[in-house]
């Protein structure tokens, strides 16, 4: 009997979808009045972004990430069904 491999990548863009989509779910769960600890949330990245010039091309590099309880029940949820599919 063949056996499936289970692959990381789509393993990511469940976590990452997980996340995207109880982040949005907790955005919606904050104007409930008994949801709001849905959109309690963290952030945490580079307050000031970085940039690079070079002269000719200039980079700038920023990174801010925004985590919330509903974001995490997401992202659990997203593993539970990858690990069930």
Same mark, same amino acid.
């Given at each position: 009997? !063949?056996? /499936?491999?289970?692959?990381? *990548?789509? +393993? ?5 979808? &997980? @996340?995207?989509?109880?982040?949005? #779910?907790?955005?919606? !769960?904050? /104007?409930?009045?008994?949801? *709001?600890? +849905? ?5 945490? &990245? @580079?307050?000031?972004?970085?940039? #690079? ?33």
């Amino acid at each position: 009997m !063949a056996t /499936r491999e289970k692959n990381i *990548w789509i +393993l990511l863009i469940f976590i990452l979808s &997980g @996340l995207v989509v109880g982040g949005l #779910l907790g955005e919606l !769960a904050s /104007r409930v009045n008994w949801l *709001w600890w +849905l959109s309690y949330s963290q952030s945490f &990245g @580079l307050q000031n972004p970085i940039t #690079l010039d070079l002269n000719v091309l200039s980079i700038t590099f920023a990174m801010m990430f925004k985590i919330s309880i509903s974001s995490i029940i997401g992202m659990v949820l997203a593993i539970f069904i990858y690990k069930k599919i």
